[in-house]
């Protein structure tokens, strides 16, 4: 009994301990930020030592009863492993704390500090401490030097997308951690020139990448541009969209004025808006799926292409259907071969499911029809009734496909003199174009060649600038 006991309490002990040495400590700090020296090798009972310890940096340990103590810390590993952290203030004095008794231990270094050692670790100038400032989430612009913590590069794009940041008052203060979450916008100096950067998804890029995102990205930054309201009343400044993440349509818009104050308009405010990207003019209406973009802006007519075309392609919906039905059928087939049951009930099963509709196949009660006969037992044919349902549903597995209509693309051409929308589908665009071209002089002063072209859906822009010289708006 009492070897019992001294077992368990030999193990409880050695459990305590490991507890405390396996307690994550967390270093705050990047490893690279430490300045590490080899102290040497001491063989104490046999046992070989290694030790290094950091250079002598000002920093802190916090402790498990959440106090900090701030001071110049020193670190010290024995055989690569973190053995104690020393702290020294006017204060304290100073003090050596176990690994276990520290939960947060980190560097509070200056711009000085880290000044050729960051150079040497990162090849991003955004990661590089700059004069410049940032705007955190209170409103308050922070005057001093700005390094981002992390980068990281943006496929399909020049960007590069920065998380968190650094800051310093000046050269000599203690930098400062700011998360993403508290900064609205950030502004570096590099070689005089003002680099900002803006929110994007989860972190910052620089604006003057912004143009190399995908053009529906690019829309929901703050550009210059123009917003016409009912009435011929203009207001110019920064515009932005706000595109709904569920349909990738956009139906309201921000702007600001000349005093920096956020006004939000949907469809139903605005007649026309355009923002200026780079040397690009982008312009945009509403309509009943928000709002779209101009592909063709003239003087009398605009055109765009319909978010949501109605036009059925018949031919390629039932193309799909014909592909879907094609690959429920194999992977019945090769539930059905797996099934416990005779040959000829298997062709049946297959012959029936052919012969289905997709609703016949998901409806339950036709379940038995396609592999049992009178023949089978209760027993078997409530083991096989499992897999033939899973070939049912196999087989309905194309449903998604038969259920997908595909469109033609669509146009929709707009009269600016009265506001009509008419729509030009891609597989009648000729039929459709031909009552706008029919009273227009200039091209039934065309060649039937030019006249056969201005009604192709290739030549579309060259037909509306055509019609814009024939018909001037009242």
């Known amino acids: 009994m009492i070897l019992m006991f001294s077992l368990f309490k030999n193990t409880l002990i050695i459990s305590l301990l490991l507890s405390l040495t396996l307690k994550a400590q967390i270093n705050d700090s990047q490893e690279e930020l430490y300045i590490w020296k080899q102290g040497g090798t001491t063989n104490v009972n046999g046992v070989i030592r290694e030790n290094s310890k950091t250079k002598e940096r000002p920093g ?13 810390i020193c670190l010290k590993k024995v055989n690569s492993i973190l053995d104690n952290i020393t702290i020294k203030n006017e204060t304290l004095g100073k003090k050596a704390y176990k690994a276990a008794e520290v939960t947060h231990y980190g560097l509070t270094p200056t711009i000085a ?10 090849d991003d100038d955004g990661k590089l401490f700059h004069k410049g400032w940032l ?12 390094a981002f913590v992390q980068s990281k590069k943006i496929r399909q794009s020049d960007a590069v997308l920065y998380t968190d940041a650094y800051y310093a008052n000046t050269i000599d203060d203690p930098i400062t951690y700011i998360p993403t979450t508290r900064i609205k916008s950030v502004v570096q100096i590099m070689n005089r020139k003002e680099k900002e950067y803006v929110n994007y998804e989860e972190g910052f890029i620089e604006l003057a990448k912004v143009g190399s995102l995908k053009s529906e990205e690019q829309y929901q930054f703050y550009f210059d541009g123009k917003i016409s309201f009912p009435g011929r009343i203009e207001l110019t400044g920064k515009i932005a969209q706000l595109v709904d993440d569920s349909t990738n349509l956009t139906f309201s818009i921000k702007f600001k004025g000349d005093l920096d104050k956020e006004a939000i308009y949907g469809t139903e405010d605005v007649v026309y ?57 194999l992977a019945s087939d090769a539930v059905i071969n797996s099934m416990r049951t005779s040959e000829e009930n298997k ?4 012959q029936n499911i052919s012969n289905s509709s997709i609703s016949d196949i998901k409806s339950q009660e036709t379940h038995p029809q396609f592999a049992y006969d009178k023949k089978n037992s209760k027993k078997e044919t409530n083991n096989d009734s499992k897999q033939v349902l899973a070939s049912n549903i196999s087989a309905a597995s194309g449903e998604f496909v038969l259920n997908t209509t595909i469109y033609f693309a669509e146009y929709c051409l707009v009269n600016k003199s009265t506001g009509e929308t008419f729509i030009l589908p891609e597989n009648d665009f000729e039929k459709t174009i031909e009552p706008f071209l029919i009273d227009c002089e200039t091209y039934l002063s065309l060649s039937k060649l030019e006249q056969s072209k201005c009604k192709s859906m290739d030549n579309i822009v060259s037909t509306l600038k055509i019609l814009d010289r024939c018909f001037k708006i009242k």
Do not use: C, W
Not at 60 to 72: A, E, R, T, W
Not at 347 to 350: D, H, L, R, T, V
């Open 273 to 329: 808006f355009e923002q200026k990207i780079g040397s690009e003019k982008h312009s945009f209406i509403p309509s009943k799926n928000g709002f779209v973009k101009l592909i063709y802006n003239g003087n009398n007519y605009a055109y765009y292409k319909n978010p949501k075309p109605t036009t059925i392609n018949q031919s390629a919906t039932k193309s799909a259907t014909l592909s879907a039905l094609i690959l429920g059928a």
């Open 113 to 122: 500090d880290v000044g050729e050692l960051a150079t040497s670790i990162f």
């Open 347 to 350: 062709s049946m099963a297959k």
């Open 60 to 72: 802190y340990v916090i402790l498990p009863d959440g106090q900090k103590i701030k001071g110049i």
């Open 135 to 146: 705007i955190n989430s209170d409103g308050n612009r922070l005057d001093g030097y700005v």
